[in-house]
């Protein structure tokens, strides 16, 4: 199991404000720049969800 942080900069201007350290060592970034490098990013595209039973599950195809 990977645990992940989600990037999201909904617009640029509010930056500042919600930027903060990165606390997970993977991150998912979505309209947003990622700090991490690409070997610790996953891509949106990259993602799938199921769910079994109550569960909801999302993980990476690759």
Known sequence: MV???????PESRIGNV??????C???????????KTTD???????LMLSVKGNEIILFQKS
Do not use: G, T, V, W
Not at 18 to 23: A, D, K, N, T, V
């Open 25 to 35: 060592e993977y991150e998912i970034p979505y309209l947003a720049q990622s700090i």
């Open 18 to 23: 919600i930027s903060r350290p990165s606390f």
């Open 3 to 9: 645990i992940a942080e989600l990037s999201h900069l």
């Open 40 to 46: 610790k990013q996953i891509l949106i595209d990259d």
